[in-house]
Every structure is written in C-alpha cells, then in structure tokens.
C-alpha cells in the first residue's frame, strides 16, 4: 500500500515562519484535508508533499509496496490542480489531456480522455483552444486533466476555485470517489469542502 508520513515539517522564507511541526501520515483510501485562511501556508504545504519544495525542517516519507520513494518518484505518481498550474493558450481541452498523459509515459486514450472532458461537463468545448475558455472552464479543464493522469496522489489546492455550483458539485463527487483507491489531499478555507476529509490538518 502506498503511504505517506509527514514529519515535523516546518517551513520559512528569511525570518518568516510560515508554519512549523506539522506532522500527520497518509495511505490510500483517505482523504486529508488542509485548512486555514489566506498566507497560512496551505499551498506551500502542498508544495513540500509534491516534492516541488523542501522544507526547513522535518522529512517526507513515502513508500510504495516495496520502497521508500524519492521524491521525483513521487511527483511522478502524483497529479495536482493549483493555482499556479498555467494551460496552453493555444492547445484545445482535448490536446491537453493528450500531451499531458503522453508526457507522463501513458499510451493514448481518447475514451479515457474524452470521459473526463464529459465528467467535468466540458466536452462540448474539448476541440476549442483554451484562449477562449472562461475562468470556470479552465478550471474545469485542470480538474479533468488531473484525474486522466491516473495518479496514485491527488493534490487539490482550492479546487473549486472559479467553479459555479453545478462545477463545485462535480469536483466534491469525484474527490470523494477517488479517495477509494487514490491518496487525496484537498486544501482549502472552505468547511463544506474540509468537510469530505478522513482528517484535517489545520494551519494557523
């Protein structure tokens, strides 16, 4: 079983302690939610689980059935909806969902990708170039494109960011779904969202 096991982790930028000492652990099949206001550090947190940061202080510790992972290899089971994650301008829906999972080694799927385009209720937009999507449909588009990677871990970063109520339904029922089988952490300072988590980790 895949696990994850954060500890002590503590993160600064010069004098600034954005949060220290945080531990909790994680296996598939459960969802930990990350909570706080704005600047609490949440994004930044998921940064260090993504292996995209490191911390000040404290480790990651991630095993597969085998072995500890490092962490390329953990970003490479991983896929994320963020903020700072920018589309292709000029690259339709559909041609996204394709470069990105040739990019990660997987073999061509229309169905697949096409599945996930209908899920998130975009496919009628999926050969139109990202230019012309709205904010709510970018979104949309991220989502999709995380979930056609088929990770292991699922890094949601205010998810619903954007999101009109039918979108925000959406993405609530395929957390909840992918938390059967996948490793999920979801941050957000939404309680109704916080809400799906097995457990919170709250920053201050």
Not at 55 to 73: H, M, T, V
Request: include cysteine.
């Amino acid at each position: 079983m895949l696990t994850l096991e954060a500890k002590n982790l503590s993160k600064r930028f010069g004098q600034r302690i954005i949060f220290r000492n945080i531990s909790f652990d994680n296996k598939a099949g459960r969802i930990i939610g990350i909570a706080g206001p704005n600047g609490s550090g949440k994004s930044t947190l998921l940064k260090i689980l993504m292996g995209l940061m490191m911390p000040s202080s404290g480790e990651i510790i991630a095993c597969d059935e085998k072995n500890r992972l490092k962490a390329s290899q953990r970003m490479d089971m991983s896929a994320a909806v963020t903020p700072y994650f920018d589309l292709y301008e000029p690259l339709s829906g559909l041609e996204h969902l394709k470069f990105f999972r040739k990019l990660r080694g997987l073999a061509p799927d229309d169905s697949q990708s096409k599945r996930w385009l209908e899920t998130f209720e975009i496919a009628e937009r999926a050969k139109d170039p990202v230019s012309v999507y709205s904010s709510g449909m970018r979104q949309r588009l991220k989502l999709a494109l995380a979930f056609a990677l088929s990770p292991r871990i699922l890094f949601l970063d205010e998810p619903a960011s954007n999101l009109d109520s039918r979108g925000n339904e959406i993405v609530l029922a395929e957390a909840k779904k992918a938390s059967e089988t996948m490793m999920v952490f979801w941050a957000s300072n939404t309680e109704a969202e916080i809400d799906l988590a097995d457990e919170v980790v709250r920053l201050a």
